[in-house]
């Protein structure tokens, strides 16, 4: 049975492999929940539904794995608030399939059925187990000993819960019954071995036990319906087989009322040619007799996928039925799949069989429903949106279906002319769904009344672009104007077919739409030849090529407005020569299945596989080659060919074989925990050698080419991590273990709500941001609220929903497990207008392309192009932006502007043309030096910029406009040849400003003979002041030595001011060493108390120091 | 009054010259109190630079329209200098009455030293003073005023303290001929204690400042100032006035550094604002910002 599964599943996967994007009509919806698998690679979703207090609680199948020894299968249960739709519980059960779940209200449990991993996986035995509701722990489990699993169960009181059983071994099935302690009381098994298969299972009020499910039909591969009633004293059970015609049937699910009236819905084969398949419900007495004369049948859409046949055949029963019990009108939920996109659909009738609603739901699939007492209907499902998603949708109940009308209305005009387009095709939307549709009259106007809600409107008219509205209110009894203003279409079309002289069509010949040797567009042929372009209007050289042809190019091929040309080319063959020779390995054994690629400047031209012997033959065009020959365990071998027209060219290879080793190991947490379906990524010299994934013990094992690797270990909500040096030997086993750092995750949550109004806001979209990129997004539920789960950190929130103004949040700090609560007041959109012209500030005229960019808080919110008079637009929202002006080869200005309601601020920029200056920092020895400052001096301003070679030495200085400068680098111990560089009046850029560093010879620490004692040498560029006083000070009775760096034969002068400028002393001596000092005294020349400069100057240098002076 | 007046200073200088063998110490006595330089006490500059003015020249506060002011400033240097101070002047019937508080910090510096042959250092707060000044000032004349300041200062110097009084005089030629003003100064008549043995003199000096109006706008100020046994360093400048705004160059011989002087200031309603700028070859570029209000 499991293998079955295995291949419908795989089938299903296959089928949904055809599915385009979803754009779900959400229609009444009110929630929807998803629960993304971690992993899954097949189909799954969910199974079971149930209510329990406030909350709805559901059932299915997750992280679907089936390539993995042993396959993971496993199961999951969630809980959601029924208001919100808010997660509150989510628990994966391993290795379990759970296949139903109800609610035992008084104990406050759940109880799930299902299948477990018994043995070798995928090997079932039926499991039982009764859940806690608030943590989905397990409290009680039981587990059966055969091959077997259970189909949906009915609870008929909190002690007695009736489970329907598939012995698998013996094809037999019955059911069970379980106390709440998960203790089997009963069992009833059938012993026909008449490959019988039950899904559903109810209990009447007199205790009589329905069951429903497939029988294989006599002689025959088709399977019947089967309804099966067992009475309380357990007498033999009594089958009803309903046999529609003779062909496939199915029941999915059975109601039974609390008249003991009881519903059945299954599917049938309608006609076997054509195929057709339908919905069938009918209605039965308690005795199995037939209460309506006719079932009702609902005649689906035939697929020629053959899904239909997959509906018939799945493991989960693929429809279900419950009653309202106050109307006594009938639900059904049931799937069909129309154009390879499955629908899921629910429909309502009452007991005389009338259609009294219906609705459908595209890329869902429907699979368990249950009924509120608001006539709310819960529903799960999969869910196809963005990937295969277990779903949970809250269905707003069919009594209150949509009556209240608003009123949409006007214009569609040509955005050149503003003239009206009449007769210009106005659709509504609602999701993807086409609601209503009108044409605008002859003043271009129109008018719809539609049902109260928010839609999408598309204006289009022929020769003009299509547009869309952003999303429209509608409200009850009021007015909502959406004003169109069509582009008018300015491109055309061009196609035709490339054939052979043969005339045969050339498949992949690329196609070049070129204006002046410029590539506009580009195609290629289809199989049979044939291409296609969509041009802007004008004149092109068309240019045609495909290896083993020669070029072709038509000329000056005019494209007109909405026009089609047709352009045909017939490619002559180029002349060509032969390749051949032999694969072999180094025993000489030919290496059957060896790839030959030939490669011309790169590109992959032509490729063959070598024969039994190794031999390839393949034939090309003239020309010089590389050829590789490559087999898998083999290392690679190229070598080069000249081609020689009608000649042929013998090249053999000799393969050498790929040593190889395994590395094996375990993913861990920081805890020693296994972490499961972790991958793994191995890369030899930075190329991926191959990928696994770790199982349920953690453990992974790869064969590899012998080398050292680097391996990329990612698991979800772990921290991803880089491990290089893993080396493996050849025929030897690395062992090698990965520890994992769980990623810390915290919560976000609020509402959004309107100004004035205070109503929720559908559907806002929640952006959060991490340095302006969007790290993940949801929108607002029916009430407003909104729930997101991100990683720890801080972050800014954008806030936007159409007709409303963008709000934002900055800094939002979010903690491990904790949860921020952001609520949103939106204001309705109130724009103004910021324009205004970007010129040259030397020369004044307009600048044209500069990007203009609109921020706010550093988040670019629009950006736009100054046209040929440098003129710039924007209509943008109320409030304070950053304007950004910028243009290659001008520096890059900022402004800041107020934006008012309906009103303009104009916003000009004068770039100054800007040049940059760079060069390299290197040292004698001509290697970069890395980390040097770089300083560059305005010596127009004195400003100063400053900055650091990179790992190559190169430093730049951008955006400088013309002034004077002056750049010099600086590093501790080195010294630069030349020592600067100057510019007057930069006027160009200046590229290779390099430096050559020397490394500083730094004398060891020198001692200088005072006469007063040794002390150390002055640091370079300082006077050293030594006084002759003991404790430090310097008074009147003291002298002072003032040390400094010195030339020798150079000759220096002290001078000595005071802090008002006058000069009080001047003495000068001739260096003769590389230190130098005055001795001076201070009694001598009578100075009085104070404070004093001291200043010793050369030639070119100046050294300053302050000295205070007590008497 | 006059003489007497002459006496009291002659006998003054005496005194203190006779015993004086070294430079004139306490330095900061020289330095003028405002943002602006007091070569100008033209009309242009009373107008505008009212408060400045009177801190210079006590004296000129009889002829100021006004009943109180308050001026304060600060001045900074590339060489970590700081000075700064804050005044009050009022008039008290006839009697024009200010009073002020001044900070000086040249800052820290390091010193080395051996101590048993070992090379220690120490980094030493170089010197820190701080000074209170008060002044009267009456007219004698229509255009003619006077002033007595009486100035006390204390400084640290390596940690030693050391006291300073001083009185100044100070009289003030109003349109002494058709728009050009004359003040004459004597300053810094007084005396110290030491820091350690030996007391320093005063910067006693006499000082003879002209400044005068040429044409509509300009304005061209002539400072003599005369400190005994030190030097003799004349300030010229020019400046140029549009109301509300000043601006002027002065540059002073006969020093090493610091010549040059260049200020703007302006008066908005009671504001009075100014900013001057004193480039320099040795002692950093200084900056010196004020701030004045007046009641």
Redesign the interface.
């Known amino acids: 049975m499991m293998i079955k599964l295995t291949k419908l599943i795989l089938f299903l996967t296959f089928i949904l492999s055809f599915i385009p994007p979803l754009h779900s009509d959400e229609g009444d919806i009110i929630w929807k929940s998803t629960i993304t698998p971690t992993s899954s690679i097949l189909g799954n979703g969910g199974s079971g539904i149930t209510l329990l207090g406030n909350q709805v609680f559901i059932s299915g199948i997750i992280d679907t794995n089936w390539t993995t020894t042993p396959p993971q299968l496993n199961g999951v249960i969630a809980g959601y608030d029924i208001s919100t739709g808010r997660e509150v519980l989510l628990r994966r059960i391993q290795n379990t399939l759970i296949l139903d779940i109800s609610s035992l209200e008084t104990l406050n449990r759940l109880v799930i059925s299902g299948a477990i991993e018994g043995g070798f996986f995928p090997i079932p035995m039926l499991y039982f187990a009764v859940v806690n509701p608030a943590n989905g722990n397990i409290v009680e489990s039981y587990t059966h000993n055969t091959v077997s699993y259970a189909g949906r169960h009915i609870p008929f009181s909190e002690n007695q819960i009736y489970v329907s059983a598939n012995i698998v071994q013996n094809s037999d099935s019955g059911f069970f019954l379980f106390n709440n302690q998960a203790q089997l009381q009963q069992q009833q098994i059938s012993q026909t071995s008449t490959q019988e298969y039950l899904y559903d299972i109810k209990v009447s009020t007199n205790q009589y036990i329905y069951a429903i499910g497939k029988q294989r039909a006599d002689n025959n591969d088709d399977y019947d319906i089967m309804v099966i009633r067992w009475a309380p004293q357990l007498i033999q059970p009594q089958p009803l087989i309903i046999n529609y015609n003779n062909s496939n049937d199915i029941g999915g699910a059975i109601y039974i009322t609390k008249k003991n009236e009881i519903y059945v819905a299954g599917y049938v084969t309608l006609s076997t040619e054509p195929f057709k398949v339908g919905l069938l419900i009918t209605k039965l007495n308690e005795d199995l007799t037939y209460s309506w004369d006719k079932p009702f049948i609902k005649e689906l859409t035939t697929d020629t996928t053959g899904f239909n046949y997959f509906l018939a055949n799945n493991f989960l029963p693929l429809c279900d039925i419950t009653q309202d019990e106050t109307t006594e009108n009938i639900y059904v939920v049931y799937n069909e799949v129309k154009n390879e996109i499955p629908y899921a659909n629910l429909i309502k009738i009452d007991k005389n069989k009338n259609i009294l609603l219906e609705r459908t739901y595209p890329y869902c699939i429907f699979t368990s429903l249950v009924l509120d007492g608001q006539k709310n209907i819960y529903v799960t499902g999969t869910s196809f949106e963005t990937t295969i998603e277990i779903a949970t949708w809250k269905l707003e109940g069919p009594s209150s279906a949509l009556q209240a009308k608003g009123y949409l209305t006007g214009s569609v005009v040509s955005e050149e002319e503003s003239t009206p387009l009449v007769g210009a095709i106005i659709e509504v939307f609602k999701g993807t769904t086409l609601v209503a549709q009108t044409a605008a009259g002859v003043d271009g106007k129109y008018h719809l009344e539609i049902s109260t809600g928010v839609y999408i409107v598309k204006a289009s008219s022929y020769g003009y672009v299509s547009e869309f509205s952003p999303q429209v209110y509608i409200e009850e009894n009021s007015t909502t104007t959406v004003n169109f203003s069509l582009e008018k279409v300015n491109f055309g079309f061009l196609t035709g077919t490339v054939l052979s002289e043969e005339s045969q069509p050339i498949s992949n010949a690329t196609i070049l739409a070129l204006q002046n040797q410029i590539i506009i567009s580009s195609t290629t042929t289809q199989q049979d030849g044939s291409y296609h372009m969509t041009l802007d209007a004008g004149s092109y050289d068309i240019e045609v090529s495909k290896f083993g042809y020669q070029t072709q190019v038509a000329t000056s091929v005019v494209i007109t407005p909405l026009g089609t040309t047709i352009k045909n080319f017939i490619l002559k063959k180029s002349p060509v020569g032969y390749l051949e020779g032999k694969i072999l390995d180094q025993q000489a054994q030919p290496l059957q299945g060896a790839v030959v690629e030939i490669f011309y400047n790169s590109v992959l031209l032509s490729s063959t596989t070598a024969d039994i012997n190794g031999s390839y033959f393949i034939s090309i065009p003239a020309g010089t080659y590389e050829v590789k020959a490559s087999s898998s365990g083999f290392v690679s071998k190229s070598s080069t060919v000249v081609i020689i027209e009608n000649s042929t060219i013998t090249l053999n290879f000799v393969l050498q074989r790929i040593p190889k080793g395994i590395v094996r190991g375990y993913v861990l947490n920081t805890n020693g925990e296994p972490i499961n379906m972790a991958t793994l990524s191995f890369y030899l010299n930075n190329e991926l050698i191959t990928t696994t994934n770790s199982n349920n013990f953690g453990f992974y094992e790869v064969t590899v080419p012998t080398g050292s690797y680097k391996v990329e270990i990612y698991a979800v909500n772990y921290q991803s991590k880089t491990e290089e040096g893993i080396i493996v030997y050849e025929s030897s086993v690395t062992y090698k273990n990965f520890i994992l750092t769980r990623i810390p995750k915290g919560y976000i949550t609020g509402t959004i709500t309107t100004r004035p109004g205070n109503r929720p806001v559908v559907g806002a979209v929640i952006k959060v941001l991490l340095d302006s990129q969007v790290v993940i997004s949801t929108t607002a539920r029916v009430d407003g609220s909104y729930f997101l789960e991100v990683a720890s950190g801080v972050y800014n929130i954008e806030v936007s929903s159409g007709g409303y103004m963008t709000v934002y949040s900055t800094g939002i700090i979010v903690n491990d497990n904790e949860t921020v609560t952001l609520n949103f007041v939106l204001e309705r959109i109130r724009t103004g207008v910021i324009e205004g012209i970007v010129l040259n500030n030397e020369t004044a005229q307009p600048l044209k392309d500069a990007t203009v960019t609109l921020k706010i808080y550093n988040v670019t919110v629009a950006s736009t192009t100054t046209d040929e008079n440098g003129s710039y637009k924007f209509i943008c929202q109320i409030g304070t932006y950053i304007v950004e002006a910028s243009l290659a080869g001008f520096k890059t200005q900022q402004k800041t502007a107020q934006v008012l309601e309906n009103s303009t601020t104009t916003l000009n920029f004068l770039l100054s043309a800007a040049y940059y200056i760079e060069g390299k920092v290197v040292t004698s020895f001509n290697q970069p030096l890395e980390d040097t400052t770089v300083i560059l001096v305005c010596l127009t301003d004195g400003t100063t910029l400053q900055t650091k070679t990179n790992t190559e030495g190169i430093y730049r200085f951008s955006e400088l406009i013309k002034a004077d400068y002056k750049v010099y680098p600086q590093k501790e111990g080195w010294i630069f040849e030349p020592q600067q560089y100057i510019y007057t009046q930069l006027s160009s850029n200046k590229t290779a400003q390099n430096f050559t560093a020397y490394q500083q010879q730094l004398p060891p620490e020198q001692k200088i003979t005072l006469p007063?004692?040794?002390?150390?040498a002055p640091k370079k560029d300082e006077i050293?002041?030594?006084?002759?006083?003991?404790?430090?000070?310097?008074?009147?009775e003291d002298k002072i030595y003032i040390l400094f760096n010195s030339v020798p034969s150079k000759e220096y002068t002290l001078?000595i001011?005071?802090?008002?400028?006058?000069?009080?002393y001047e003495t000068k001596k001739t260096a003769t060493d590389a230190y130098e000092f005055f001795e001076y005294s201070l009694r001598l020349k009578?100075?009085?108390?104070?404070?004093y400069?001291l200043?010793i100057e050369s030639e070119n240098s100046?050294l300053?120091?302050?000295?205070?002076?007590?008497? | 009054m006059n003489k007497k007046i002459n006496i009291v200073l002659a006998s003054f200088v005496i005194s203190i010259e006779l015993f004086s063998?070294?430079?004139?110490?306490?330095?900061f006595f020289?330095?003028n109190y405002t943002t602006t330089s007091e070569v100008f006490i033209s009309e242009n500059f009373l107008r505008i630079d009212t408060l400045q003015t009177i801190s210079n020249h006590p004296a000129c506060f009889s002829f100021y329209q006004g009943k109180a002011g308050m001026f304060m400033f600060t001045e900074v240097s590339t060489?970590n200098?700081i000075y700064s101070g804050i005044f009050y002047a009022t008039k008290l019937k006839s009697i024009g009455i200010s009073g002020g508080l001044i900070y000086n910090d040249?800052?820290k510096?390091t010193?080395?030293?051996?101590?048993s042959?070992v090379?220690?250092?120490?980094t030493?707060n170089?010197?820190r003073d701080i000074f209170m000044i008060s002044s009267l000032s009456k007219l004698i004349k229509d255009n003619i005023s006077f002033s007595l300041t009486f100035k006390i200062a204390n400084?640290m110097?390596?940690n030693?303290n050391?006291l300073a009084f001083a009185f100044d005089f100070n009289l003030f030629f109003y349109s002494i001929i058709k728009n050009s003003n004359l003040a004459v100064s004597f300053k810094n008549i007084g005396m110290s204690t030491?820091?350690?043995?030996?007391?320093?003199?005063l910067p006693l000096s006499l000082s003879v400042t002209y400044s005068c109006k040429i044409l509509r706008f300009f304005e061209l100020g002539l400072n003599l100032p005369y400190v005994f046994n030190?030097?003799f360093?004349p300030s010229l400048g020019v400046a140029f006035t549009k109301d509300p705004v000043k601006v002027y160059l002065s540059y002073t011989f006969n020093?090493?550094?610091?010549?040059f002087g260049f200020g703007v200031s302006s008066n908005i309603q009671n504001f009075e604002i100014g900013y001057s700028i004193v480039p320099?070859k040795?002692?950093g570029v200084s900056h010196k910002v004020g701030l004045g209000y007046k009641f």
């Not at chain 2, 063998?21 to 330095?27: C, D, K, R, S, V």
Request: charge should be positive; aromatic fraction near 6%; avoid cysteine.
């Open positions: 007063i004692g040794e002390v150390s050293k002041v030594v006084t002759s006083n003991s404790s430090g000070k310097i008074t009147s001078k001011i005071t802090l008002l400028g006058d000069k009080v009578d100075l009085s108390s104070g404070t400069l200043i100046k300053t120091k302050k000295i205070s002076l007590v008497r | 063998a070294t430079l004139p110490g306490w330095w020289q330095k060489l200098l040249t800052g510096e010193i080395h030293y051996l101590q042959g090379e220690k250092s120490e030493i170089l010197q400084s110097l390596q030693e050391a030491s820091f350690k043995e030996e007391s320093d003199s030190y030097r360093s020093k090493e550094d610091n010549n320099s040795y002692l």
